[in-house]
Antibody
Framework: EVQLVESGGGLVQPGGSLRLSCAAS????????IDWIRQAPGKGLEWVSS????????FYAESVKGRFTISRDNAKNSVYLQMNSLRGDDTAVYYC???????????WGQGTLVTVSS | QSALTQPASVSGSPGQSITISCTGT?????????VSWYQQHPGKAPKLVIY???VRPSGVSDRFSGSKSGNTASLIISGLQPEDESDYYC??????????FGTGTKVTVL
């Protein structure tokens, strides 16, 4: 069974940092692109970042470019999102998702909530 | 990056068919057959219901179908059922190399 489990969310002050993790199981992790997608409270989905299977292709949304860094460890079946210089508008549930074709997210984690507030 | 445009809400009675539109541009929806649709119930993660414009994943009801014309993609739900009441989001690959989500549509079953 394919599973994606996010962790690392929590309350952080503006300007602070947080590192999210996404642990995968049930599929050949090293062959898939993984994406982070977020959803602010009561709002829609926003794509954040993606990392290809071998980490050669990495993309970011303009809203997080220069502040967030995505990485992965195929030996640990995990993807990470290092979030620095956090702002109030980064408050959201962050989902990791398996990226099947570059724009088809066929499996999602349950999400982890990040709250940026003083 | 601009979000794709969806109606805020669509409603229908049980058994009816409804259509949710997703309007983009010639740089995303109009340029690629890489449109997907997601169903999201409150407090839950999104679930893929259509990909590549009109392909239904295994296990998804055949009451869900998709199509595209020009810069607008559509999700059609036929034989509307109470469990279809949910939020729906479209997504398309874009010429920027990144995906764009739609603004989301709340479907209400009357």
């Amino acid at each position: 069974e394919v599973q994606l489990v996010e962790s690392g969310g929590g309350l952080v002050q503006p300007g602070g940092s947080l590192r999210l993790s996404c642990a995968a199981s049930g599929f050949l992790f090293s062959t898939y692109t993984i994406d982070w997608i977020r959803q602010a409270p009561g709002k829609g989905l926003e794509w954040v970042s993606s990392i290809s299977s071998g980490s050669h292709d990495i993309f970011y949304a303009e809203s997080v470019k220069g502040r967030f860094t995505i990485s992965r460890d195929n030996a640990k079946n995990s993807v990470y999102l290092q979030m620095n210089s956090l702002r109030g508008d980064d408050t959201a549930v962050y989902y990791c998702a398996r990226d099947w074709t570059g724009t088809t997210f066929d499996y999602w984690g349950q999400g982890t909530l990040v709250t940026v507030s003083s | 990056q601009s979000a794709l445009t969806q109606p805020a809400s669509v409603s229908g009675s049980p058994g009816q068919s409804i259509t949710i539109s997703c309007t983009g541009t010639s740089r995303d929806v109009g340029a690629y057959n890489y449109v997907s649709w997601y169903q999201q119930h409150p407090g839950k993660a999104p679930k893929l219901v259509i990909y590549d414009v009109s392909v239904r994943p295994s296990g998804v009801s055949d009451r869900f179908s998709g199509s595209k014309s020009g810069n607008t993609a559509s999700l059609i739900i036929s034989g509307l059922q109470p469990e279809d009441e949910s939020d729906y989001y479209c997504n398309s690959y874009s010429s920027s190399g990144t995906p764009h989500f739609g603004t989301g549509t709340k479907v209400t079953v009357l």
